[in-house]
C-alpha cells in the first residue's frame, strides 16, 4: 500500500487485515477490517497519529509508508496516542526502538496504561483537554472523549484542515480499495453501512451515552472529514457517519427501527416447527423480521440485528431443565452489550420437563424486556393450536410496534 494524501502535508498510511483471526478475539471479520494511522507534517515538526498492532504484517505495511514519507529516525517529533487498545497500539515498543527521542503524548489516563502494557515512561506527556500542539502551520487539538470507548479515549482535531482524527469512533470493519467515502460504488457502500452498524454493535453499543456526549462535546468544531482508525475516510459528507453513530446510539434507549429479530435454535426440530408460524404473524403487519439460527449464526451477527430492531423474539427448548446453551449464551452477550427494552415473545419445546421459562425470565428482568404475550411452550411437537397461537401472538407483537 502507499500512502494516502488527505490533504496538503497530511496523510493516512493503513494496512490491510485479513480475516483469519477474531477482532478482539471474538468477532468474526469475514471481509477484514482496516489499521489506519495518519501523518500529519507541520514546517517545524512532524506527527503520527495512532500506530497498529503488528497484526498480519501491519506494522512492515505501516513502515514502508511512513519511509516513502520519509519520516525517518530524527523526523518524527510527536507520536499521538488517541485510544490504548492494542490494535493501536501494539507495536508501540516497536515504534520508539526506531523513534527513541519521539515525545508521546496522550490522555492522562493513558499514562499508566502506556507503562502497564508496554514498560515505557520516557518522553510520555500527558495532555489537557482542549491543549494545542502547533507543528508549524498545522495546529492540533487534543478532546478527551472518555469511554468511547475505554475510559482514556481522547480525539484529535487538526485546526487548519478540519480533520477529527476519532480512532475508534465513527470506524467500520471490512477492507477498502479506497481511501475515501465518495469513491466507493453504491453496493460497497451499503456493505459499509452494515459493517458500520455490526462494529458498532459488537465494539461501542454499550458506551452509547457516551458516544451521544463525546458528539455533543465536539459540535464546536467545524469537521470537514473524519478519519477514524478503522473503515474509510469521510470527506464528502463527514456528518453522514457522525448522524450514523447518533442514530446507532439512540437504539439503546430507543427509538429503534421498527423491526423484529427472531433468535431461534432447535434440537430435533419441534422449536422450529413454529418457526414458519412465527414469521407469517409478523410479516403479515408488514414489518421486516430478521431470521437468525444459533449457533449457527455467530452471535456478532445476531447482536447487530437485535441492537437494531425493537422486537425480539427468542424460540428454543428446554434442554435438562434450563435453556438451551445456544441460546443462554446469545442472550448473555446481548445482556453484556446492554440491549434492553425490546418488545418479546418466547416460544420452545419441551420433552420431559420444562424449565426454560424460568432461566428465560432472569433475563426478562435483567435487559428490561417487555413480554407482550404469554410464551408458547409445548411438549413434543406443536399442535395446530400451538401454531395458531404463534401467528397470533407474533402478529400482535408486530402491530404493537407498528404502532409506536
Known sequence: MKPDLLTDHVYRVAAKIGNRDLFEGIWPIPDGVMLNSYVVKGSEATALIDVVKDWDGAL?????????????????DFLIINHME???TGALREVVERYPDVQILCSPKAVPLIKAFYRIEKNVQAVADGQTLDLGGKTLSFHLTPNIHWPETMMTYLQEDGILFSCDAFG????????FDDELDEATMAHLHSETERYYANIVSSFSPF???GIEKLKGLKIAMVAPSHGVVWRSHPETIIDHYVRLASYLNGPREKEVALVWSSMYGNTQALLDSIIAGVESEGLPIHVLQVPQTHESFVLEKVWRSEGLIVGMPTYEYKMFPPAYHVLDILARSHVKGRKTLRFGSYGWSGGAQKQYDEFVDAMKLECVAEAIEFQGSPSQEDKDKAFARAKELARIIKAM
Not at 60 to 76: A, G, R, Y
Request: charged residues 25%.
Open 211 to 213: 458516544v451521544l456526549r
Open 60 to 76: 512492515d505495511v505501516i513502515n514502508k509508508q511512513l519511509d516513502e514519507l520519509s519520516v525517518t529516525t530524527n523526523t518524527l
Open 86 to 88: 492494542p490494535d493501536h
Open 172 to 179: 467500520s470493519f471490512g477492507r477498502y480499495d479506497v481511501c
